[in-house]
């Protein structure tokens, strides 16, 4: 037990750094997945045919593809084309991209959620489309999609250990090179689990208390 506390006390400070870009990851790639989400869930609410068609290409193609593959084509694909991006962006991009259709899902139930009478309301006091989804049912459709986002957020945040296979230096990619140079692979693994947990509770705690608190208004 000491001397897996006196590794620890080594390891930790690079561990932290990585974990430091894991939770930037996890930001910027919930950002991207958020936007895009959005655009997918009101496509596919669209009263155009034509949109929701591509809503559920996009949806159905993005969700058949493991996102290690996805991740792959940005980082490794893309400068064929002569478009290039480094490591932590290439992350960003393939991750936000992977997690946009589930986002768009969890808006989409969110909004169809909402009580029709509120809509027929909001029509008869002559609100346009538009105006009835900005003031209306995107509010209440956010407030009732807080669960299922807060569970893809977690989900996210450990499915960020993906982007270790194009050389992001995140927290699992910094764990790998040290217990490569350190042959402490039990104890490097062992902190590695124990930051993901330290990370992911907080979270689930935060989301937690925005669901309590959307619930009281």
């Known amino acids: 037990m000491s001397e897996f506390l006196t590794d620890a006390v080594a390891f930790l400070p690079v561990l932290a750094r990585g974990l430091w870009t894991t939770v930037l990851l996890t930001v910027c790639a919930l950002a991207v997945s958020l936007a895009l989400g959005l655009v997918w869930a009101l496509m596919g609410m669209s ?42 962006l290439a992350g960003v991009i393939g991750l936000g991209i992977a997690y946009s259709v589930y986002q768009a899902e969890n808006l989409r139930g969110g909004f169809e959620s909402v009580d029709r009478q509120l809509v027929e309301a909001g029509t008869a006091l002559g609100m346009s489309r538009g105006m009835i989804t900005r003031r209306i049912v995107m509010p209440l459709g956010l407030r ?32 790998q090179l040290l217990a490569i140079s350190t042959f402490k ?33």
């Open 185 to 217: 692979n039990g104890t490097v693994y062992v902190l590695i689990a124990l930051l993901y947990l330290a990370a992911s509770i907080p979270l689930a705690m935060a989301v937690r208390a925005l669901e309590k608190k959307a619930a009281w208004r």
């Open 47 to 88: 009263q155009y045919a034509p949109l929701r068609w591509t809503n559920n290409i996009v949806v159905n193609t993005v969700r058949g593809i493991p996102i290690i593959v996805q991740l792959f084509c940005v980082y490794f694909v893309l400068p064929d084309w002569g478009i290039d991006f480094p490591p932590f």
């Open 144 to 175: 009732t999609a807080l669960p299922s986002f807060g569970n893809t957020t977690v989900m996210l945040l450990k499915d960020s250990s993906i982007a270790s296979t194009i050389t992001v230096a995140e927290l699992t990619r910094s764990g």
